[in-house]
T-cell receptor, first 112, second 114 residues
Framework: GESVGLHLPTLSVQEGDNSIINCAYS??????FIWYKQESGKGPQFIIDIRSNMDKRQGQRVTVLLNKTVKHLSLQIAATQPGDSAVYFCAESRGSARQLTFGSGTQLTVLP | NAGVTQTPKFQVLKTGQSMTLQCAQDMNHNSMYWYRQDPGMGLRLIYY???????DKGEVPNGYNVSRLNKREFSLRLESAAPSQTSVYFC?????????????FGPGTRLLVL
């Protein structure tokens, strides 16, 4: 079936560097995309979202880019901090009930 | 605001036992969702409730039932637990408005079925 997937299962970056986490989606009908952060033992925490009529959206230290041509999402984290270490999921939303389909996640580790 | 709360936090069941996972939200959201998360994987939708009084199946509904008790509460019931239902269960409610349509998640219930 159609799904959202991630390119890399793990990513290690030095503290202070920028991080880029990638995600591919396959359902062209999806019109809303979200990035979640999940720390160990906790529920997913909303980071940033983007609608399909946008290419880029910026938040505090985070930017999401959407390339509909190749069905690709990315999450950029500026000046990565130890507190950013977590699993990051992309999710796509579609349908009248706005169900989320999640990717399998990328483990981000920030090295001192 | 407490957001989305779930009880219990942990539960161990024997095969064949039943239990109900409770979820409540105090954000006045119409839509609520139940997901399960298996180790190293993303969340998969079990059931959802688009509004009070309605429920629908998600991707993996077999072995589960739900009840939307009122606008605040959405419970998930396992009638006869199986080891394959060992997982972490997350409840979510969805904000929809001028700021977007974000789903907010509870802290999860960790279930082990022996």
């Amino acid at each position: 079936g159609e799904s959202v997937g991630l390119h890399l299962p793990t990513l290690s970056v030095q503290e202070g560097d920028n991080s880029i986490i990638n995600c591919a989606y396959s359902n062209s009908a999806s019109d809303y995309f979200i990035w979640y952060k999940q720390e160990s033992g906790k529920g997913p925490q909303f980071i940033i979202d983007i609608r399909s009529n946008m290419d880029k959206r910026q938040g505090q230290r985070v930017t999401v880019l959407l390339n509909k041509t190749v069905k690709h999402l990315s999450l950029q984290i500026a000046a990565t901090q130890p507190g950013d270490s977590a699993v990051y999921f992309c999710a796509e939303s579609r349908g009248s009930a706005r169900q989320l389909t999640f990717g399998s996640g990328t483990q981000l580790t920030v090295l001192p | 605001n407490a957001g989305v709360t779930q009880t219990p936090k942990f539960q161990v069941l024997k095969t064949g036992q039943s239990m109900t996972l409770q979820c409540a939200q105090d954000m006045n959201h119409n839509s609520m969702y139940w997901y399960r998360q298996d180790p190293g994987m993303g969340l998969r939708l079990i059931y959802y409730s688009a509004s009070e009084g309605t429920t629908d199946k998600g991707e993996v509904p077999n072995g589960y039932n739900v009840s939307r008790l009122n606008k605040r509460e959405f419970s998930l019931r396992l009638e006869s637990a199986a080891p394959s239902q060992t997982s972490v269960y997350f409840c979510a409610s969805r904000y929809q408005g001028s700021l977007g349509e974000t789903q907010y998640f509870g802290p999860g219930t960790r279930l082990l079925v022996l």
